[in-house]
């Protein structure tokens, strides 16, 4: 059997990279303004958590144990039940005059991004496209590093809901990964750098692997034209989202390392459990 020759298909037809936004809603944060944050988060958080113990120990108990867990204690303490109360049924609304497919048909096409990427070395990605029993493979020049920082977008009508699993290559640490494992006699086979002279320099760009265009289908070229166009438009503000989330992130592991948690006890309202007869007593 004659092997069919892999060719790449380069569909995505922009003559220029598309202007993103000019103003940028949120600005790059610095060391001491994630400090500043995370700061004031912890701080609400540990307000937060003394209100609730407050508020816990202000209901009267009818019995209390206390459970040890090594350096813990777990407090227990019984508390009478809650009240019943009536709850009365949604009012039935009454059908309108409205038509319901009419209204239905204005309303905005929801899909969601069947995507899953490999990003090397932080410029470029190896995209995996499942749907139904259809998979394909893309290389773009977009790090969707930065896609995970939006949870969804408007493109012509359509809202896309994006949820990414990113993995991140590092070619060099690969090599490493390789070198350690032949040590113990293991073949590792490191994950090398894409050809990437395939994809513009200019603007965001990808490339589909299948055997002829018709191949391809449809919505997997309406939704790479809808992600790039995107990124290409919100590049700055992307970026940046990104940014802050990192330094945020970092703020938290210091703030954690020097605030480690103390081990104290844990309080615990419990009610009996009532079946539905009480509620008519």
Known sequence: MKKSRLIYLTLLALSQALPADEQVSQEPLS?????????EEMNLASQKAARRLREIRAVPATEVSIVSQGRK??????????PWVGVKPPPTIAPGDGNMGEWLSGLPR????HLSATVFD?????LVWRKDDKTFTILSNIDFNYMTTVGGFDDRGVDWSVLFFVDNIDPAKELIRARRAAEYGIIY???????TTILSADHADYVIYAESAADVPEDLVEELEAVHRYYAANEGNLKIAWQRRQALAEARRAWQAAHPPKAGNTVINFRPVRSNFHSTK
């Open 31 to 39: 060391k001491s303004q994630a400090d500043d944050v995370i700061r």
């Open 73 to 82: 204690k777990v407090v227990m303490r019984r508390v009478a039940p809650r």
């Open 110 to 113: 929801t899909e969601t991004l």
């Open 122 to 126: 932080r410029s470029c990605t190896e």
């Open 189 to 195: 086979i490191p994950r090398g750098m894409p050809d």
